[in-house]
């Protein structure tokens, strides 16, 4: 079974479709780059991976069961735009927050463990209003892996990381896939995602222009993909 | 983790933020004092005539002042994308619902339990002979305005023009519950109990609030996800 | 051809009303109020239609959730419109009544209080819609509101009612008087006629409506392009 499959997805605004008969099937374990212009329609694809909205037409499944289900939602590990933590409370208490939101066994413990994973368990009383750009991006990645998902929706995560946050995230992303979890990554970032992609997909214009697996041809030539299936 | 836990979880978390910031609750405090006064300069505030418009003036304050910790409910988790994180999570948006609810609660009773004394004060009325009534109706309006208040803030929170679409559209809705409250407050203030006549009020008070509980516990989902 | 039949249909129509309005004007005078009476005619006829419309929205509000089809979502913004407009003009025709008799511009009088209220509550329908950009989100909006909106309704008409039974009797437009038999049938006629109207307004809208959604997704098409 597909850790993530996206049968015939259309998403219409109005009569306006922004994702057109979209087919993906993930398998357990893979890595996707999920790459394509502006507008192509990434985000909107992974927000509906992930449940924050529903497809006008066709399916999405996550090992089988829809997005919205209570227990894939556990399953699941999302980092969109903004780094989804409260400015007023502190990165210890954020974490606890969602850790109890996820029903972890202890929360508290959890918590601790994932500040030390991302370097913040000095500053994990400080509230996050009070961090640094770099911190607050550490903390986000903390909050998306803390429950331990099998799967892991991330969109465009390199974008503006300072090099810690970075280093950072490629460890804890190479830690889970050699831990067999499933990523589904959009990006633009060619260089850092491909090194770590196992399948390679385009989107153009709602369309998936090409998906296969990576080859060494792309991570020699990241703009490869572009160049060959994108139309203008 | 079960449905109540998780509603006390967001619940505390709001509560905890408010706490911390302030920012909409020293905010109502501060409205509900200027309304208090204003009206004060508006009528003469003696005995007889400030009785009968007692319920009206209060549930005016309680109203316009729960306004401004309504509409903060669903808007604090803009900033940093939190409402995502929360959609997210294995909560159901019944829960979400319900734990912001209950904060919105508290904080805008908390306002109103400071406002009594002080309209006592400022128009010189004494309010308690009928107490636990009192504080009866309060609940059961405060509730009202609550859980419209909180589901219509999930509505507009990413719309254009929020802080006014909140009022305009949970204030016309409102109008027999606030009608029913400030009947029942106007009596009990002036000493009268709930009556065989007042009753109704009350009963129609309830059903209003278990009615749209109810139909907003069924629709949030399809407000916060579509 | 369809605009053909929604013209002809119209015109029968306000044919109707006319010729009603002549027969009415003609009737005997009602024993208590006197011509103040005959508003009835007109009052009720428009309170029912607008009730009717409501129900329309509220039907089309729930069929959309569930279905997801934009039809219904426009049948529910054709229906609260000519409902808004059929019961604005109520109000204003029913504040001028109200001068003719008590010198006042607005009696609150119960019927009318609540049309008022009632009346507020979907104009702030009309609002949000306006507020929200994207059709899916608008349409969803619209919807939840229009369920809440129509659920209040009658909760509105009971407890407004209920307080001005509970005021000094104030001044009401029909309370007491008798209805001949014989007026029925020009009631009649007219509530007919308030629904034919009511209907091609609200197919005239819909038009309008499909081919601003047409509009619009074009639009939306050549930004991408």
Not at chain 1, 147 to 162: K, N, R
Not at chain 1, 207 to 223: K, L, S, W
Not at chain 3, 170 to 183: E, L, T
Request: with cysteine; hydrophobic share 55%; glycine share 8%.
């Amino acid at each position: 079974m597909s850790a993530v499959a996206v049968d015939g997805v259309w998403k219409f605004y109005g009569d306006f479709p922004a994702l057109r008969d979209v087919r993906l099937e993930v398998p357990p374990g893979s890595c996707l780059a999920l790459i394509g212009r502006n507008g192509a329609g990434k985000t909107t694809l992974l927000r509906i991976v992930a449940g924050f909205s529903r497809p006008g037409r066709g399916q999405v499944r996550i090992f089988g069961n829809p997005p919205r289900e209570t227990e894939t939602r556990r399953q699941v590990g999302f980092i969109g735009h903004g780094i989804s933590v409260y400015d007023e409370l502190s990165a210890l208490e954020n974490l606890t927050l969602f850790g109890r939101l996820y029903g972890l066994a202890n929360p508290r413990r959890s918590a601790l463990e994932w500040l030390e994973r991302t370097g913040l368990e000095r500053v994990r009383n400080g509230l996050v209003r009070e961090f640094s750009r770099g911190m607050r991006q550490r903390l986000a990645v903390a909050r998306a892996f803390l429950h331990e998902p099998s799967v892991l929706l991330l969109d465009e995560p390199f974008t503006a990381l300072d090099d810690r946050a970075v280093a950072v995230l490629q460890t804890l992303l190479r830690d889970a896939l050699a831990k067999g979890k499933t990523i589904v990554m959009s990006t633009h970032q060619l260089r850092e995602a491909l090194e770590l992609a196992s399948h390679v997909a385009l989107l153009n214009r709602g369309q998936v222009a090409f998906y296969g697996p990576r080859t060494p041809e792309m991570v020699a030539d990241p703009g490869l993909v572009y160049a060959r299936y994108s139309e203008g | 983790m079960g449905f109540f836990r998780q509603v006390f979880v967001i619940a505390v978390k709001d509560l905890r933020a408010e706490i911390r910031t302030k920012e909409a609750i020293n905010a109502s405090f501060a409205f509900a004092l200027v309304i208090l006064l204003l009206f004060s300069f508006a009528f003469d505030p003696s005995a007889e005539t400030t009785r009968e418009i007692s319920g009206g003036l209060l549930w005016i304050v309680f109203a316009f002042a729960g306004a401004l910790v309504l509409n903060r409910s669903f808007a604090r988790e803009l900033p940093n994308d939190c409402l995502d994180a929360l959609i997210a999570a294995p909560i159901s948006g019944a829960a979400l619902f319900l734990g912001k609810a209950l904060a919105n609660f508290l904080l805008v009773s908390a306002v109103e339990l400071v406002s009594l004394p002080v309209f006592g004060i400022f128009y010189n009325v004494r309010w308690t002979s009928q107490f636990w009534e009192l504080m009866l109706v309060l609940a059961l309006g405060t509730w009202a305005l609550t859980v419209i208040g909180t589901i219509f803030s999930a509505l507009t929170v990413n719309i254009r023009l929020r802080e006014v679409m909140l009022p305009m559209l949970t204030y016309p809705i409102l109008v027999p519950a606030l009608l029913g409250a400030m009947q029942l407050t106007t009596d009990l203030v002036a000493g009268r109990p709930i009556g065989p006549d007042t009753a109704a009020w009350l009963k129609m008070l309830i059903g209003f609030d278990v009615v749209y509980t109810a139909v907003s516990l069924v629709l949030v989902e399809t407000v916060l996800v579509g | 051809m369809r605009e053909k039949i929604l013209y002809v249909l119209g015109i029968v129509a306000l044919a109707i009303l006319a010729w009603n309005i002549n027969a009415i004007a003609r009737l005997p005078q009602e024993a208590q109020q006197g011509v103040t009476f005959k508003i009835i005619f007109f009052h009720v006829p428009v309170a029912i239609t607008a009730l009717t419309a409501a129900a329309v929205a509220l039907l089309g509000s729930v069929l959309f959730l569930v279905t997801k089809n934009f039809k219904y979502d426009a049948l529910a913004v054709a229906v609260t419109e000519v409902g808004l407009a059929f019961l604005a003009a109520n109000l204003v025709t029913g504040s001028i009544w109200g001068r003719e008799i008590w010198g006042v511009w607005w009696a609150w009088d119960a019927r009318l209080t609540s049309a008022l209220v009632c009346w507020l509550l979907y104009a702030g329908y009309l609002m949000l819609r306006r507020a929200i950009e994207e059709p899916t989100q608008r349409a969803t909006f619209a919807a939840v509101f229009s369920i809440f909106a129509f659920i209040d309704v009658p909760i509105v008409i009971f407890s407004i009612k209920w307080w001005q039974n509970l005021q000094h009797p104030r001044p009401v437009f029909w309370a007491g008087g008798s209805f001949p038999p014989d007026w029925t049938r020009h009631f009649l006629w007219n509530m007919a006629a308030m629904l034919l109207l009511g209907i091609v307004m609200v197919a005239v809208r819909l038009r309008q409506e499909e081919a601003q959604r047409e509009i619009d997704s074009l639009r939306r098409m050549a930004h991408v392009l």
